[in-house]
């Protein structure tokens, strides 16, 4: 992947392979190596996928869409209680997270899908 429209057409390829509600993750592709050099925001996520929760992971920090951001309970008021590093950013504006974690991957309630990756999805073929 070398940009963030690739990225968002992949999330959109397995939205419409996965259950509605299914976790979709996206690991490993570093925001370095995107030609924009930013993670994905929370709305192209929403659009990409808006009926999956989705989570854009690069080691401790992710973008995450609001269904992700929903069911793993991070909202205003987050904030770090495990003594660990980390945050939520939020929008200087209205307080609401802006879907980027900082190091604090960790918070994220992903469920497995329960589904095998196909060999293409495995040996990374997008």
Request: proline share 5%; charged share 25%.
């Amino acid at each position: 992947m070398e940009s963030i429209s690739d990225v968002l057409d992949y999330i959109k390829a397995q939205a419409r392979l996965a259950n509605e509600g299914e976790w979709l993750e996206v690991h490993q592709v570093f925001i370095t190596r995107l030609r924009e050099q930013r993670y994905p925001t929370r709305t192209e996520l929403d659009q990409a996928a808006p009926k999956n929760p989705v989570l854009f992971a690069t080691g401790p920090d992710a973008s995450l869409n609001t269904l992700a951001l929903q069911l793993s309970g991070i909202d205003r008021d987050f904030k770090v209680t495990d003594g660990g590093t980390g945050f939520a950013e939020k929008d200087s504006k209205t307080g609401e997270p802006t879907g980027i974690l900082r190091n604090c991957t960790r918070y994220v309630k992903v469920k497995p899908s329960g589904r095998q990756a196909s060999t293409d999805e495995s040996h990374g073929s997008c």
